[in-house]
């Protein structure tokens, strides 16, 4: 499991960002997790197509009902809207699936 994390637009005081979650095992999975821990204050507000929590600067990002199995070499994404002030420095992200 690989997640790569691309801010697609950002104007200052906020941003949007995809996260793509890869399967590069040999076998399929049915659930996948990306979590990460901001630098900053980033705060995300509204998240489509994985469920989506924060608790201080950690997110944790899981699959909903439908993009939950990725197939070998397959790879699914999502996006989220965060508000910051300051610098917007890329998280580094952690991914796992089963």
């Known amino acids: ?20 979650v890869q ?6 999975i049915s659930s996948w997790r990306v979590t990460w ?17 924060q608790s ?5 990002a899981v699959n909903l009902g439908y993009n939950g199995t990725i197939p070998p ?6 996006g989220f809207q965060a508000t910051y002030s300051g610098s917007n420095t890329a998280p580094t992200l952690s991914a796992s699936g089963s």
């Open 1 to 20: 499991m690989a997640a790569s994390y691309r801010v697609d637009s950002d104007w200052g005081a906020g941003f949007t960002a995809t996260v793509t």
């Open 37 to 53: 821990t901001w630098a900053g204050n980033q705060q995300i507000t509204n998240a489509w197509n994985a469920g989506c929590t």
């Open 73 to 78: 070499g397959g790879s699914t994404t999502f």
């Open 23 to 28: 399967n590069n095992g040999t076998t399929p």
């Open 56 to 60: 201080g600067r950690t997110v944790t």
